[in-house]
């Protein structure tokens, strides 16, 4: 082996990783005088000598490396949307029931004469003392009494009873849907998170009442008559 | 997803901290390359090794957080020791090679690297660097000229053991 070919085949051999041929080398270098040669072969093994201590030197750790690169990769899980809706729904349903009944309690409260003559009206089968020019007009359940003075039978009586008693619910259910509906589109649909928390809903409740309180007063009029004095 | 992550971690931050030389430079940029690589896979050709491919991203990403540090003038505190410090013993010749590695050409070093640390070939050094393989081996073959230049200087010998080749060479 000459030096040339000992040199170009310990270059390939480097490049290739080539043990086997590195093995054949050895002896050229070791034993070759030429210094070009020996120098080589020298470097050669100082290089593999110090490159293996500098690979088997304390190896990097990536503190929560993994854990970043998933979380930036990964999308967060989103949270179930029956659990985050729940709660909003949960205030405002209940603010819608809230407002049902304090209306219908405000009903009873403002009328209570005309609802103890419902009530008397039904089970007197319509010998109670209501003006019959106002329950023609209106068709209320106090009209439905007055309109059969006459009717004795058990039957009659009892059909008139049931009759004034749904015809109230009626009403006043649909009376209680319509304010909803006027009312609660804007509590729902309001985006800001802060106009939709519930003093301020139960503040825009009052705004809204505000124009439709003659209706109120009105409707309560048709059904339950003058306040009595 | 995890489990590829968790087995290029290792690679990826340790040819950061070589090529940028500061802990934290390399964990973002490690970071970077990884989250790449992730968002990219479907891109990457199978019939070729994954690791060149994830390594050419790495070393892109280095040398973007390289020309971001120049740009900026910063001053960073390398991890490598500086070149004035006391000659290493034996023992420390692995130390030595980290020393030397930070005084290399940028273009040497990367190819050092990837040859011996990542164990990558010529061809797929020329993949990731995206230079001709005959530039790969050039830059090798200086790299190592130098490094061993860097060590017989730091006082390793033919033999070692801090036998300076210098020193022999003059009383032989």
């Not at chain 1, 979380?71 to 809230?98: C, K, Y």
């Not at chain 1, 809204?208 to 048709?222: A, Y």
Request: proline residues 6%; hydrophobic residues 40%.
């Amino acid at each position: 082996m000459t030096c040339a070919e000992f040199q170009a085949g310990l270059q390939s051999a480097i490049e290739t990783r080539d043990a086997a041929a590195l093995a054949r080398l050895a002896e050229h270098g070791e034993q070759c005088r030429q210094a070009e040669c020996r120098r080589a072969w020298e470097d050669e093994q100082l290089l593999r000598r110090a490159i293996a201590l500098w690979r088997a030197g304390p190896k990097p750790v990536g503190g929560g490396l993994v854990d970043a690169v998933l979380r930036e990769v990964l999308p967060p899980p989103a949270p179930s949307p029956a659990i985050a809706a729940r709660p909003q729904r949960s205030w405002q349903a209940g603010s819608i029931l809230g407002a049902a009944v304090a209306l219908l309690l405000a009903m009873l409260v403002l009328a209570p004469d005309a609802g103890r003559t419902v009530r008397l009206a039904g089970r007197t089968g319509g010998t109670a003392e209501a003006p019959a020019a106002h329950s023609e007009a209106t068709g209320s359940p106090a009209g439905i009494a007055d309109a059969a003075p006459q009717q004795t039978s058990a039957a009659v009586d009892a059909a008139g009873i049931s009759g004034a008693y749904v015809g109230l619910a009626q009403d006043a259910t649909s009376f209680v849907t319509d304010l909803a509906m006027l009312v609660v589109p804007v509590a729902v649909d309001d985006p800001d998170e802060e106009a939709a928390t519930p003093s301020h809903w139960f503040q825009r409740l009052g705004e809204h009442i505000e124009p439709v309180q003659d209706g109120v007063k009105n409707k309560l009029g048709e059904w339950f008559g003058p306040p009595a004095t | 997803m995890r489990e590829l992550v968790e087995r290029l971690e290792r690679p990826v931050l340790a040819l950061c901290l070589r090529m940028l030389r500061h802990r934290q430079d390399a964990e973002d940029a490690a970071q970077e390359s990884l989250v790449r690589v992730c968002k990219h896979l479907a891109t990457w050709d199978g019939s070729r090794s994954l690791l060149p491919w994830v390594l050419a991203i790495t070393a892109n990403r280095c040398r973007t957080a390289l020309e971001r540090r120049s740009r900026r003038g910063r001053t960073v505190e390398l991890l490598e020791e500086e070149a004035d410090s006391p000659p290493a013993m034996d023992g420390e010749l692995g130390e030595e090679v980290s020393r030397a590695l930070a005084q290399l050409r940028e273009e040497y070093r990367h190819c050092f690297i990837l040859f011996y640390e990542q164990e990558l070939s010529v061809q797929e050094i020329s993949q990731v660097l995206q230079v001709p393989e005959g530039t790969v081996k050039t830059w090798l073959h200086r790299a190592r000229k130098q490094m061993a230049e860097h060590l017989r200087t730091r006082g390793y010998g033919r033999s070692g053991g801090g036998e300076s080749w210098h020193t022999e060479q003059l009383s032989g």
